[in-house]
């Protein structure tokens, strides 16, 4: 694996990795593996129809080759050059699609250096204020919308991760934050003005980063307002993914946990900005969130009382795309006897986040087009803090989020909800609902 520099170019290595593997797969030459819109299949009915569809026989999802994308980016490189400088993806196979990706150049960005610290780039917009800014950005919504004669726009956020930012009075309703951004108000992060913009074309948003926007209660606020659905946060890939599989393993078989240690060695460009402390607090409240949820410490102070969490990122440029994280988890068993268990996950951080991106992309759109509004709280599947309305638990259990998922496509398409009681094959009046 060659060393990545620490120049930059043009768009991130999740966005380019998706283009990339839409083209790829397009052409045949690659299947997309990970994707659930695309190689999902889900039972409708009794377990006695044996019937099965596949997800996108089921329900209306746009196809592959009715997707254009763009973007935007503080860098001005195509989709081509910033596949390639990204090393995520074999240098022929990008050669191999340098038609289609050469066409995607970033539009000029809404970018602020206070939130994200480490890069900075030329392709950036300029505007006497905020909302001057989000009005270009809802300008280039439109225009993209009819420059490439698309029927429908999703938006889907993977830029980069920024500082931390928890909301303040100026989030807490649309007149306040419209107001703040009139006023400049320094709370205000580039990822929001984005957000903001999206809601307000009616486009679809998802957060694919750990960035606080769709849980601000002004977006949730705009969002019914505009009957536009909002999902996030953070994409659930690599050591997420495996803890939302563990932990609630450990759980439903009343293990204790005393302490899970988990690190990560990551060197690309995602890496680079993490190890900012200011956006690396934002990923360590994404990331510690699902333990807390799922190892409850009132419901189960016995086996969760104690619980030391720890999260590390370390930026190691040798490794590039390719993060390695460890895991050491400190469990206990009947009478209180330890155990413990280790992982050790040999990733590819972007491998793991296209597929994501794509189906967030392809069920967002669905959602609009099914009416429904605000948080998608179905989709909490994808994401490592999914939002959920306020006052309501969040469910971390990826089992659990991928029934509810299934049922909701089952709800669109009035399909019987399974509930997996299974009762009525053994003769057992299961009743109306
Ligand atoms: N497995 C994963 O890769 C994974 C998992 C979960 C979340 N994420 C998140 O997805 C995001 C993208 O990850 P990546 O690996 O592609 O990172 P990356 O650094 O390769 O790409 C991010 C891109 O965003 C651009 N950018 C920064 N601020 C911008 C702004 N205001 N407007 C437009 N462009 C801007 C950067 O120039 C860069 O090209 C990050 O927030 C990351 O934390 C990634």
Known sequence: ????????????????????????????????????????QLRLGKRTENRVKFVNELVPL???DQIVFGGWDIFPETAYEAALHAQVLDKHLVESLKEPLSKIRPMAAVFDHEFVKRINGPNVKKGKNKMELAEQLRADIRNFIKEN????????WCASTEVYTPPTAVHQSVKTFEQGLINNDPSISPSQIYTYAAIKERVPYANGSPNVSVEMPCMQELAQEMATPISGSDFKTGQTLMKTVIAPGLRNRLLGVAGWYSTNILGNRDGEVLDDPGSFKSKEVSKTGVLTE????????????????????NYYPPRGDNKEGWDNIDIFGWLGYPMQIKVNFLCRD??????????????????????????????SFYFKAPVAKPGLTVEHDLSVQLLKLENTLRFFTNEELINHLGLTYYGVDEGEE
Not at 149 to 156: G, H, S
Not at 294 to 313: M, N, Q, T
Not at 353 to 375: E, N, Q, S, T, W
């Open 62 to 64: 746009a196809s592959l």
């Open 294 to 313: 799922i190892f409850s410490k009132e419901k189960y102070p016995d086996l969760y009382g104690d619980l030391h969490h720890v999260v590390r990122i």
């Open 350 to 379: 972007s491998i793991l986040a296209a597929p994501i991106a794509l189906d967030l992309a392809l069920f967002m759109d669905l959602a609009g087009r099914a009416k429904m509004r605000g948080v998608q709280e179905w989709l």
């Open 149 to 156: 004669n698309c029927d429908r726009a999703v938006m889907v």
């Open 1 to 40: 694996m060659p060393y990545l520099t620490k120049s930059n170019k043009g768009m991130g290595a999740v966005a380019t990795t998706l283009y990339a593997g839409v083209e790829a797969v397009k052409r045949g030459l690659a299947k997309p593996i990970g994707s659930y819109t695309q190689m999902g």
